[in-house]
């Protein structure tokens, strides 16, 4: 049987950051933005993420800076919940329970002890309202917030549909083809409609709002491109608008200055324009920012303006329209065609970023590392234009080559291009080697390179599939051109097939000497010396949707999964059928480490995990209800150390890290280990040490620890340190958290006492170097004795020790000073 689950699902990255505004702190060092069910806060300097906050349920819709304290964050979402967050230290201060879906947030200074929210109408279908919700100041962390008052009937659900007016007087509203402002002091409502006016544009809908900071003039943005400001809007008949015009398509979002002197406006090409004093004469352009922008924040100072865009990249301007500074994490792309890939070299995933490129994402700082222009064209963001676009990618086993394909999507006849490329020591990247035109007559499925280990240099070998009923096997041959500029280029080599029936997968055994290559419902095994046909192997019905080979002790295996449903195994050394099972599988990924093969199924909206060795025939792990969104890739990468785990069941996450892509494109991964210290490593802790404030009583603390630390050294005392020793939590807490969020005393005491208590029966290292210290003040006899402790702690490390257990062995006088110390009355402790 397999034991229940405990392994945690963690988001690691790649979750959508433009569903709502991002939001500068108030000194602009820090950029504060949403991030599926986390809030991230970047610094604006270094472009590191420095706090990763977590805590709601579901996707956040919403966060605003506490405009009467500017050093704590709301948040909202679908969860129902609204969050108050003391952000520099990533501490949740209190929630509010709304027990709505919350689509929206809005915080003005006008509302001391309120804040407005967009939820659904109750009763009724894609119908949503704008309303106030009282933040009681009930003592506890979990209050309920159900005094809501509606403001607005029939508002848009998208955050950008609504904006508040010159010192919170009114609100104004858009949706499809109309406009309603409502005046708070007035009680007011007025409505305009688009239609009404002079415009014959039926395609002028609106798309975006924004407020004059200081004047009573409202911009918004309409689907053809337009841009209209309003005034003397307090008159229902005697308003005026006029119109600005640059962008040929959707205007995506507007911001104002902080003083109302210009307009920012951004849409589908790319382009950040800035309007000065709403004319249309006079404007200036930030072009080339990469992807469509879809929101546009300006920080409280009016020194930089951040711009949102579809692809999740973050760019940061100053307020001279100056490009400054870029953060991207996992570019979303249009659609991950390529998969998930490894780079042997960096142990980045590798996967479609912009348009025709290829992005490295470095997974421990969770930023893109670079990203390599494979297409080399200009791509054009226009609908429905057939463009060339990157489908393929293998790295060679070392990362010392790189296979791309790109492809044309053509209704006959598809324009593909197979590009190797050379990772060059000199420049520390790729360059580009061989250019192969059609390489198949029609798409490629697959494409897989030989894995020889040590021989990879010498004869390196690439399998390509296609739909044109053929595989192709590339090799290096030598230029024999004296004029060529480069030694080596790849040739085709040899081309194989099967009764004509389409190549839709391959892959090479662990030690190179067979390729699997499947023809729709039959899997052919391949000499990769001879190209001989070995064996065929066939599991009706279905065709074959992914194979790969086993590893290790399973080398002797190949799997395969179809898309009716069943997991096959086959003996190669047999020639049958092994074992199969009725599965769903939708990816099938082999840990290259060790015997692991992680298969993920889809069933009942759905997705679950099945961990197993081919010759065994139940699971080694099984997760169900991995996530409630379809789990399209997946990847092993290998880790720099191995994971100490205590468990057998998961002894399979302790060479690699099995990582998961959905089809919203969010990353996913599998943890044993907390939530804290899975999203801060000691590397990201140190970053974030340094760079923000510690308290006065940590500082003193700090000097006396260093003097403390100075002394030990210069009377040279023998001091025995764990390796894995880290800091009590509960300390932590006392010096690095700011007095006004901490909670009582009579919370924080006990948890304090309890750190400070040791274990009798699991000694730790500090109390074992501490009796060694007390040994050597009593006598100098047994000085030798404790050396000989400490070498022995040092140099014979048991496997207990690397499991975060330490035993070693004491001397006689050494066990008798233990019983007098276990004798003594610690009961006093008690009474705290």
């Known amino acids: 049987m397999v034991a229940p689950a405990a392994l945690r699902v963690v988001r690691c990255g790649g979750g959508t950051i433009h569903g709502v505004r991002a939001v500068f702190s108030a000194d602009s060092k820090y950029l504060l933005c949403a991030s599926g069910d986390f809030v991230k806060m970047y610094s604006v300097a270094t472009e590191e993420t420095l706090r990763l906050m977590g805590g709601h349920a579901d996707l956040v819709t919403g966060i605003q800076l506490n405009p009467h304290n500017h050093m704590q964050l709301y948040s909202s979402s679908l969860d129902g919940n609204i969050k108050l967050w003391d952000f520099m230290d990533g501490i949740p201060i209190k929630t509010f329970s709304v027990g709505s879906k919350l689509l929206a947030l809005y915080a003005l200074a006008s509302s001391e002890d309120s804040v407005f929210v967009v939820i659904p109408k109750s009763g009724e279908r894609d119908t949503f309202q704008l309303v106030s919700v009282k933040l009681t100041k009930t003592a506890g962390q979990d209050v309920e917030a159900k005094d809501l008052s509606v403001v607005l009937d029939g508002v848009g659900a998208s955050p950008k549909h609504i904006a508040f007016g010159r010192e919170g007087q009114y609100v104004a509203s858009v949706k499809e083809a109309n406009l309603q402002v409502y005046f708070f002091k007035q009680k007011q409502l007025n409505r305009f409609s688009v239609n009404t006016t002079k415009t014959k544009n039926r395609n002028s809908q609106f798309t975006c709002i924004a407020c004059h900071p200081t004047e009573d003039c409202i911009a918004t943005g309409h689907a053809d491109g337009k841009i209209r400001l309003w005034r003397n809007f307090y008159h229902k008949k005697e308003y005026t608008f006029s119109t600005l015009h640059w962008h040929h398509d959707i205007v995506m979002d507007l911001a104002y200055s902080v003083e109302g002197t210009s307009l920012l406006s951004g849409g589908v090409e790319s382009v950040l324009v800035l309007w000065h004093n709403e004319s249309d004469c006079r404007k200036d352009f930030l072009p080339r920012l990469g992807s469509p922008i879809e929101y546009i924040s300006m920080s409280s100072d009016g020194s930089l303006c951040c711009t949102l865009h579809k692809d999740n990249r973050i760019t940061i301007i100053n307020s001279n329209l100056r490009f400054s500074k870029s953060i991207q994490g996992l570019i979303k792309s249009i659609d991950v065609k390529t998969g998930l890939v490894v780079d042997p070299r960096t142990k980045a995933l590798v996967l479609n970023g912009e348009p025709g490129h290829l992005q490295f994402y470095s997974l421990q700082s969770d930023q893109q590392l670079f990203s390599l222009d494979i297409v080399q064209r200009q791509y054009i963001h226009q609908a ?16 010392k080559w790189l296979a791309t394909v790109e492809e044309r999507e053509e209704a006959t006849d598809p324009e593909l291009q197979l590009k190797l490329w050379f990772y060059d020591e000199e420049t520390q990247s790729f360059k580009l080697n061989t250019r192969v035109n059609t390489p198949h007559e029609d798409h490629i499925t697959d494409m897989c390179f030989r894995d020889m280990g ?5 004869s390196p070998i690439l399998v390509t599939a296609g739909r044109d009923s053929v595989f192709k096997v590339w090799v290096i041959v030598e230029d024999t051109d004296p004029e060529a500029q480069q030694s080596v280029s790849w040739s085709c080599d040899f081309v194989g097939s099967y009764h004509n029936y389409q190549a839709t997968n ?3 055994s662990e030690d190179g000497s067979l390729l699997a290559v499947s023809f729709e419902e039959i899997v052919t095994v391949w000499d990769s010396v001879t190209w001989e046909l070995k064996c065929t192997f066939c599991h009706p019905p279905g065709k074959i949707r992914s194979i790969c080979f ?15 449903g069943f997991l096959c195994c086959w003996n190669l050394l047999t020639c049958a059928l092994e074992w199969s099972a009725h599965l769903n599988v939708l990816v099938l990924q082999p840990d290259p480490l060790s015997e692991h093969i992680a298969a993920v199924s889809w069933l009942s909206k759905e997705s679950s995990l099945f961990v197993f060795k081919p010759n065994e025939p139940r699971p080694v792990y099984i997760q169900r209800n991995l996530c409630k969104e379809k789990i399209l890739l997946a990847a092993f990468v290998p880790r720099d150390e191995p994971e100490m785990t205590g468990s057998e069941k998961y002894l399979w996450l302790r060479s690699s890290q099995l990582f998961f892509l959905t ?26 040490e340094e760079s923000l404030p510690v308290t006065p009583f940590s500082l003193l603390l700090g000097k006396h620890r260093h003097q403390q630390s100075q002394e030990d050294t210069d009377l040279g005392k023998l001091v025995v340190h764990n390796k894995h020793e880290q800091d009590s939590p509960a300390v932590k807490e006392l010096l690095h958290t700011p007095a006004h969020v901490l909670p009582s005393a009579s919370f924080l005491c006990p948890i304090f006492i309890n750190s400070l208590l040791v274990s009798k029966e699991n000694k730790s290292a500090e109390e074992v170097a501490d009796e060694v210290e ?18 022995m702690e040092q140099e014979d490390a048991t496997p207990m020790e690397l499991l975060g257990e330490m035993t070693c062995k004491l001397s006689k006088s ?19």
């Not at 050494?814 to 705290?832: H, N, P």
């Open 384 to 399: 429905g234009l057939k463009q060339a676009d990157l489908v393929k990618v293998a790295f060679s086993a070392r990362g």
């Open 454 to 458: 040590e021989l990879e240099d010498d």
């Open 506 to 508: 391959c892959c090479f």
């Open 550 to 564: 086993g590893r290790l002790t399973c080398s002797k295996y190949l799997i395969g999964a179809t898309d009716h």
């Open 663 to 688: 089809d919203t494109q969010e990353l996913l991964t599998l943890s044993a280990r907390s939530l804290e210290e899975r999203l801060t490593p000691s590397s990201k802790q140190l970053a974030i």
């Open 774 to 791: 007390m040994e050597s003040e009593k006598t100098d006899d047994d000085s030798d004795e404790e050396g000989d402790v400490t070498e």
């Open 814 to 832: 050494q066990e008798r000073e233990l019983r007098k110390l276990r004798k003594m009355d610690y009961s006093w402790i008690s009474a705290f």
